[in-house]
């Protein structure tokens, strides 16, 4: 046995007071095992040691929510005795690591976290940022990913309906792989991970343990240095056709009353899987390791508390149930053992080879481990720049245009989501590259939007100001389909925790979600963080993600972004003020990296959004897109792209340059199609609600026209938008 010291728990990425707090709380030295579980229960990635001051804050509860944070994953209610259970998860180390299998247990764990709640996955959606395309690695980065994303989710047969990439240099070393599922359960049987009751017997299935994986949730604690390449055995290895298999056998045994508890083997493996279901029951747990199914011989029990091999799951099930459960995990071949039961001691007490190899009170891991409130620094809201109108007046609107629509962050990405199969299962009826994805409530006329949206840019510039734009930025993109926003799930991607411009970043991104979620009534329930986004001293730009669901009650009445019809009138929702700086246009066109984001004005996101559903419930709108990246000119050229129709606009009585109109990105608006003989309805409504909006202009048949001197081809736009990707893949 490998004689512990402080030296040892350094190099499980514990701190020296860490260790000696331990020492103090078990009144001894811990031996291996027990180290290696500490490590693993108090790493940033399971502990929240650094986040859990702040996430506290965040609202999580609303009239239609049924879990909030700290089970598996989310639940809202739905109606009809449906709910819908959902969650985000980074998987950002592995897949900089090992970008195919990196993504791919990506998906695959965060598919676990939600039918482990006893829903079937019914989409999954991801948010993937890479370094800048000129950047040695990004390209293979890029396809590796996108085929573990594509190769897990095709393979399980699970829809990817939407999603976001994005390109900054600030990723070069340290790419985001977040993904994201949404389940469909009815009300009365979504399953805790909260053991329950004294000598049950404690389950383990799926898949056999293995020695991949070990030390991964350490791993995604810690910065990279230059020996990353050693930390390839930290990532694991999934097997889709294996989970399909542990899907449909945990629905099929939850069909029934066996299961107490049940609880997925994510990080840190049968470790966190085990304690967490013992602390949420105040109970303890023994487990006899010998029991375990393991592929590789001579396995410790280090290596196998701490394997993170995938497609496992533990279950506390009812006394006698045990033979039943075991005939639902034969027929779909896959282990079952019984390897445990909850005791009364409220320790986690681990046999192997008839001796104790580990005994550790449940508290000290779970209600002991560190909470750091790290010192941070403030954000000053930056200066506006001023604009040199001489330099803009010389600039062609068509040539800015072109290089907008081809901007690695805007260009179509159908090169992404071609490999993925966003139809199966019969219910998708909105595809990736519009507002939202949409899946209908199968054999309902109710259907689901989703959508997940970051905005890396404007948090650098001011944290606060893009924690609250990211959130609007869902609701306006739920919105923009029709659908009723109900609640969001977060993944927070930041640098060091221990780097007080960092901290700060991460501290003010969360208050200014807070309030946006709370003003929208749009809560928070569930999330993750993922913090060490970093090489060496360089971090990220802070990347808070976050995944928006909404309901569309009738999805007849879903709208998408394509103009339907010549003549129509075509409106914007939405005060344009001209705000340039932290724009598309500033640092791609005047290499302007400076200044402050727009500026969010809650109340305005909350009306104009509101009003447009309530014009969309009344029928009265044909298309709609939110305005966002690129500004008014971008949205209407994706409308055109999209519809393959064109759009002129009306001579623009405004008291901006005309550039800074087209291409500035104010928040809270919305371009929406009407027809004509409606406008007199609709402006009684948005004026009603006291909405500013302008009429843009109408459509047309072949071009975008936007002054007598300037019109583009819709051939011309999709060249722009199209072939970027393309080309760079190719």
Same mark, same amino acid.
């Given at each position: ?274 304690? $967490? ?30 394997? $993170? ?300 959004? $509101? ?120």
């Amino acid at each position: 046995m490998i004689e512990v010291n402080e030296k040892i728990a350094i190099e499980h990425g514990l701190k020296k007071d860490e260790y000696k707090k331990i020492c103090d709380l078990l009144k001894r030295t811990p031996n291996i095992t027990e180290l290696g579980i500490f490590s693993a229960m108090w790493n940033e990635h399971c502990s929240y040691k650094s986040s859990r001051l702040h996430l506290k804050k965040l609202p999580t509860k609303g009239k239609k929510v049924i879990q909030g944070p700290g089970e598996n994953a989310g639940v809202i209610d739905i109606e009809d005795g449906d709910a819908i259970v959902f969650k985000i998860e980074s998987h950002n180390h592995p897949s900089f690591i090992e970008p195919y299998q990196g993504a791919a247990t990506g998906v695959g764990g965060i598919m676990r976290d939600v039918f482990t709640m006893g829903a079937r996955p019914i989409a999954n959606l991801n948010s993937i940022h890479f370094g800048s395309p000129q950047h040695k690695k990004t390209k293979n980065l890029l396809r590796g990913v996108v085929h573990g994303i594509g190769g897990y989710g095709n393979c399980i047969g699970v829809p990817t309906i939407a999603g976001q990439t994005s390109f900054d240099s600030s990723y070069n070393g340290n790419i985001l792989v977040n993904a994201m599922t949404l389940g469909l359960v009815k009300k009365n049987k979504i399953f805790y991970s909260k053991a329950v009751g004294i000598d049950k017997p404690v389950i383990y299935v799926g898949s056999k343990t293995g020695r991949d994986g070990i030390h991964g949730a350490s791993m995604a604690s810690a910065s990279f240095d230059e020996k990353i390449e050693e930390k390839k055995p930290t990532v694991q290895v999934g097997d889709p056709f294996t989970e399909k298999l542990l899907l449909e056998a945990c629905l099929e045994l939850m069909a029934g009353d066996s299961i107490i508890a049940i609880q997925d083997m994510g990080a840190a493996g049968l470790t966190s899987s085990s304690i $967490e279901m013992a602390s949420k029951g105040n109970l303890g747990i023994e487990l006899d390791l010998n029991k375990v199914p393991c592929r590789e011989s001579k396995m410790t029990p280090y290596e196998i508390m701490l394997s $993170e091999s995938q497609e496992r799951m533990l279950i506390v099930l009812e006394n006698g149930k045990e033979e039943l459960a075991k005939k639902i995990f034969d027929k779909w071949n896959l282990d079952f053992a019984v390897i445990g039961k909850t005791t009364n001691t409220k320790n986690i007490e681990l046999f192997f080879d008839n001796k104790q190899v580990a005994k550790i009170p449940v508290n000290t891991l779970v209600e002991n481990s560190p909470m750091y409130d790290r010192k941070w620094k403030k954000a000053k809201l930056p200066k506006k720049n001023k604009i040199k109108k001489e330099f803009i007046n010389k600039l062609k609107i068509k040539d800015i245009l072109n290089k907008i629509l081809s901007n690695p962050n805007v260009c179509s990405k159908e090169w992404i989501w071609q490999q993925y199969d966003h139809t199966v299962m019969g219910d998708t009826i909105q595809k990736p590259g519009g507002n939202s994805g949409v899946v209908r409530v199968h054999g309902t006329n109710k259907a689901v939007a989703a959508t997940v949206d970051s905005s890396a840019v404007y948090c650098w510039a001011h944290p606060l100001t893009g924690g609250k734009q990211v959130v609007c930025e869902s609701w306006r993109n739920l919105i923009s389909v029709g659908a009723t926003p109900i609640a969001i799930t977060n993944c927070l991607n930041f640098g060091s925790p221990e780097n007080e411009d960092n901290m700060g970043e991460f501290v003010e991104c969360v208050q200014g979600i807070g309030e946006a979620s709370k003003f929208l009534g749009f809560p928070v329930v569930s999330g993750n963080v993922s913090f060490y986004n970093q090489t060496k001293e360089v971090g990220i730009k802070p990347t808070p993600a976050i995944g928006g669901v909404g309901l569309i009650k009738n999805y007849k009445q879903m709208i998408t972004m394509d103009f339907k019809e010549i003549n129509n009138l075509v409106l914007i929702i939405g005060k344009t003020e001209g705000h340039m700086d932290q724009s598309l246009f500033a640092r791609t066109i005047l290499d302007e990296k400076n200044g402050p984001p727009p500026e969010i004005n809650l109340f305005n996101e909350k009306n104009n959004g $509101e009003t447009l559903l309530q014009l969309i419930k009344n029928d009265l709108v044909k298309s709609a897109h939110d305005v966002s990246l690129g500004g008014i000119i971008t949205a209407i050229s994706k409308m055109c792209i999209k519809g393959n129709k064109g759009f002129e606009f009306k001579k623009l009585n405004i008291f901006i340059n005309e550039i800074e109109y087209l291409f500035s990105e104010d928040q809270g608006r919305y371009i929406i199609e009407i027809n004509p003989s409606d406008l007199q309805k609709v402006s009684k409504i948005l004026e009603k609600n006291s909405v500013h909006f302008d009429e843009l202009g109408k459509i047309v048949d072949k071009y975008l026209i936007i002054s007598q001197k300037t019109k583009v081809t819709i051939d011309e736009l999709k060249s722009y938008n199209t072939s970027w990707l393309k080309d760079y893949m190719n």
